[in-house]
């Protein structure tokens, strides 16, 4: 049986690792701080004291640390302690280009690397519905399958290492830049006089409702659309009540002295992010 381990217990790499805990081949896990590792102690998990010794242990290994700088250095460790067949999948958010570095670096060996970047938050890794992207061969992706099934609902092999955490730089621009958007909603209610509680209340029933930003990702291509396109009748109206409705907050944050940038660029980029032209 396949043993696990798990490098970077923090806000989400801990509930990730949480649902490891009864892996029957057992689970091997690390932190620099041990009140971090405590609770998977109490569960029967084995605590390491290095990377290295994780890898001593361990034939999946998990890395959820902070950055590439972090990174590199775990999975230097690892890759000197690991032995053949190990896959070392790395959660954390990093630069393509430091996913592919590393993959090289353990080329010729018998481990493999594959980046595995997550979706979710905290809540997704709390209740195991993340979604998980892997880049990395075949073979080494399929055997992360089964106990990454048991914190993510959603397994995608996007291609060759790297382009896992493309998926995921791609997934966040929305994330942030949403983020940013509704700020600037808020401000403008704010300066309308509005509740601002009950204005979340709506924003966030209607999400539930049409699926938010993302419901706009219906097409699986980003060229014009023709002009005998069926979907561009349907297109062009959402274009059309959204370029209104823009005009319209751009009016409002004026009265109010409210600057809307966000708005601007949208209403700018509308039709032609739509595919209109």
Not at 26 to 32: H, I, M, Q, Y
Not at 136 to 144: F, K, M
Not at 271 to 276: F, M
Request: one cysteine or more.
């Amino acid at each position: 049986m396949t043993s696990l381990g798990f490098i970077g217990l923090g806000q989400i790499g801990a509930p990730m690792a949480s649902h490891l805990a009864g892996w029957p081949g057992g689970l091997t896990v690390c932190d620099l701080r041990p009140e971090a590792t405590a609770p998977f102690a109490a569960r029967g998990a084995h605590v390491a004291a290095s990377p290295a010794d994780v890898a001593e242990r361990a034939d999946v290994i998990s890395i959820m640390v902070r950055d590439d700088a972090e990174v590199r250095e775990v999975v230097a460790a690892v890759l000197g302690a690991a032995g053949d067949g190990t896959v070392v999948a790395i959660h954390s958010t990093i630069a393509p280009a430091t996913a592919v570095d590393l993959a090289d670096s353990a080329y010729g060996s018998e481990v493999a690397v594959v980046d595995a970047p997550v979706s979710g938050g905290f809540i997704g890794a709390t209740n195991g519905t993340l979604a998980v992207m892997v880049g990395g061969v075949h073979d080494a992706v399929e055997r992360c399958r089964e106990p990454f099934g048991l914190w993510a609902d959603l397994f995608v092999h996007a291609g060759p290492v790297g382009s896992a955490t493309l998926f995921k730089l791609a997934r966040n621009l929305l994330t942030f830049a949403g983020y940013t958007a509704a700020l600037e909603a808020q401000r403008l209610a704010d300066a309308a006089g509005l509740d601002l509680r009950a204005f979340t209340e709506v924003v966030t029933h209607s999400d539930g409702v049409t699926g938010g930003p993302g419901a706009i990702l219906f097409r699986d291509t980003i060229t014009a659309l023709a002009a005998d396109d069926a979907l561009r009748p349907l297109v062009a109206h959402t274009a059309e009540l959204g370029e209104k409705d823009l005009r319209l907050v751009l009016e409002l944050g004026d009265a109010l002295g409210v600057d809307l940038p966000f708005a601007r660029l949208a209403l700018d980029r509308f039709a032609s992010s739509l595919g209109l032209r």
